[in-house]
């Protein structure tokens, strides 16, 4: 009978990435020496060693161990979200649902492009029921149709929603004016309430801890408020989150960088001269800026 799966000699090592953190304002933390420190890799540790084993077709596979034995990484590998750091992974058949992916993943984002509210509203509460480990990333009608206790069952500490006025509006059920005339309240009662990150967007974007912690972030141009936009903002996060970087922190590196890839391009090309899907392209030379500069505490 044909193996369903046969893994050879697997093993596979992470970086491990530093988590000091002591910021007052988002400008002076996003140079500080500790941020930029958050986003070296300070070590290495291997999650997973020397796995040789063969599932036969039609054979069942339960994965246990105790919490941080590798088993999230396993799937990951068998799922073909991460290559293993030597050996082999092969698996003749499909790998495809929902959860076990999201449950093999660092971070999900959900919302954006999507627009059946019933069915996002009924996945989003599924993902938040039963994932387990990724941080996850609300945007859109994912965030506007959840309901105001629902961050309670989800996992917690590691939830961060990125409204426009409209979203939190309804997401609070209140008027969209409401929210634009005080976003930093209603940015306030949603964190509260999830708990979560929330990043309030628009020409002033604030970022509010769950512990009520305030950033705010006046980087960016008018141009930025073009279709598609919001989404980038959502994925560079995902992106961040992906790679180890705590909730509140992430989100503040997001908005910093998206507001600075829109300054950079409306000075290249004019005002409204560029597209959503020209943004994350800027985000690498943005990201290695930082780096080069110098360290101020
Ligand atoms: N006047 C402005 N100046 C600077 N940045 C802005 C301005 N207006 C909006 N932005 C930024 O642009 C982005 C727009 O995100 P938003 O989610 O509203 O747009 P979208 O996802 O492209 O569209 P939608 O969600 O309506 O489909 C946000 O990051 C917001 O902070
Ligand atoms: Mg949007």
Redesign the pocket.
Known sequence: MANAIELTNVSKVYRRYSRKRQFATLKSALLSRSLVRDLNPEETFPAVQDVTYNLPSGRTLGVIGRNGSGKSTLLKLVAGITKPTTGSVKVNGRISALIELGAGCDAVLIGPGMTDAGAVAELTGCLLNHLDGPALVLD?LAFSTLRADAGRRGPMGRIVVTP?AGEMAKFLGIRREDVEGDPLKAARKAAAGLPGVVAM???E?YVVSEDGEVLLSRN???G????????T?AGILAGLLARGTQPVLATAWAVYM??QA?TDLAKERGEFGFL?REIPAEIPRIMMGLRAAPATG
């Open positions: 859109a426009h967007k628009g020409a974007t960016g141009c008018i930025l408020a073009t279709s598609g936009s919001g989404d903002l998206h507001g829109g959503a």
